[in-house]
């Protein structure tokens, strides 16, 4: 019988149960990330068509000096670089104007942020791409540069045929710190998590600073003007609206890559998670779903570890004794499903060129665990965000 295997304890049987379907979905879903290994883009000839590489910015003037030249100096015939600035800002302008005197392909689009009621980076980013003059459209961020002077003709050749949305990568700076290390993971992980549903047939978000997409379907979708008043960043609504199986897919070679050049804080990348929690509400409910499901299994799985492990060191327990080989089965689910993760998230930084954090992984989930009731209550405040 299988209660004698647990001593008659119905409870330890319980929790042990928990852990294993856990477990067993957590992995489930980690063996779904070796479709990014595998995954192949279709060969074909180099695009040299047309494309306006659009970057929104405020108060950066250091990194436009520093990273503008990346994006203009690609090697590609024929493209681009529309640059949405603040003419109020007079260093900012002043900065533009020497760079315009070098640059041919420069296009500096200027207006005042305090004259129009949207002062948010998706408002200024969709200024940029209207007033581009191609209409295949890569999106940027000017505190990263391109990893290599081919990212507009690998980006290119991929947005052809019937793919009119490509999901590119895109990396953290990387500095020796535990809580850059904690960044890049979270980071990380959620990239993965939309990739690998973009080659499941379900893509739904992606992040702005490495996308390219037709324009038409921008204007088919209204892009994402029904988004301006939500104010909560860089989390591509557009993709949630226009994105199906077949028009969109992603791009993962290292050429193709975009490298963020700041070293986010703790503060920031807390309230980048509060921004990105708003918009869930906007996602589709399948979409919603699927992350939430992820989460609650995350949960689950380490709450019940610690459960597991509380009650088998628990004096004079009875109904709550967790025998000991019940903790010994246990610890074999727990450190199988961690094994498991390292080995496939390995292989996953070996595709993207990250190191750093992979023994790290079970100490960030947990730091996750905790720090989500802060997320959540922190966001029921939050109303407005007026720019990054």
């Known amino acids: 019988m299988l209660l004698d295997l647990f001593e008659n304890s119905l409870f330890a049987l319980i929790l042990v149960g928990i852990l294993f379907v856990c477990a067993v979905a ?67 302008s002043y900065v533009m104007r020497e760079l315009e005197k070098q640059y041919s392909n420069l296009k500096v689009v200027r207006f005042e942020w305090s004259k129009n009621f949207f002062v948010n980076y998706r408002f200024a980013e969709s200024i940029g791409i209207k007033s581009a003059t191609y ?55 959620y990239v993965l998590y939309y990739l690998r549903a973009v080659l499941s047939g379900n893509p739904f978000t992606a992040d702005s600073k490495n996308i390219a ?21 860089n989390e591509d609504m557009f993709v949630n609206k226009a994105a199906n199986k077949d028009n969109t ?31 869930l509400k906007e996602f589709k409910t399948r979409n919603k779903f699927g992350l939430k499901t992820y989460d609650i299994l995350m949960a689950l799985f380490y709450l019940t570890a610690a459960s597991i492990t509380g009650c088998f060191f628990l004096p004079n327990a009875n109904f709550f004794h967790v025998p000991i080989n019940v903790f010994m089965i246990a610890t074999g689910i727990f450190w199988l499903k961690i094994f498991i993760q390292w080995i496939i998230f390995k292989q996953m930084l070996n595709v993207f060129k990250e190191h750093g954090f992979l023994l790290l992984i079970p100490i960030f989930e947990i730091m996750i665990l905790f720090l989500s009731p802060f997320l959540w209550l922190t966001g029921l405040f939050t109303k407005r965000i007026t720019w990054k």
């Open 26 to 92: 957590l992995c489930v879903y980690y063996f779904q990330l070796l479709k990014i290994k595998s995954f192949r883009q279709s060969s074909g000839s180099s695009n040299e068509e047309p494309i306006s590489v659009v970057i929104a910015t405020r108060d950066e003037h250091d990194q436009l000096r520093q990273n503008l030249p990346f994006f203009l100096q690609q090697n590609y015939a024929n493209f681009e670089v529309v640059v949405v600035i603040d003419d109020s800002d007079e260093k900012l």
């Open 135 to 189: 209409d295949r459209i890569l999106l940027s961020d000017i505190a990263t540069r391109p990893a290599s002077p081919e990212w507009i003709a690998q980006m290119s050749k991929t947005l052809s045929g019937n793919k009119k949305i490509v999901i590119g990568y895109h990396t953290i700076a990387s500095k020796p710190s535990f809580t850059n290390a904690f960044i890049r993971y979270n980071t990380f992980s």
């Open 213 to 233: 997409f037709e324009r038409s379907l921008f204007y088919q979708t209204k892009g994402v003007t029904q988004f301006y008043s939500i104010n909560t960043g």
């Open 249 to 279: 897919t992603i791009e993962i070679n290292p050429n193709a890559f975009v490298k963020g050049q700041l070293e986010p804080s703790f503060n920031e990348w807390f309230d980048k998670k509060i921004r990105h929690r708003i918009m």
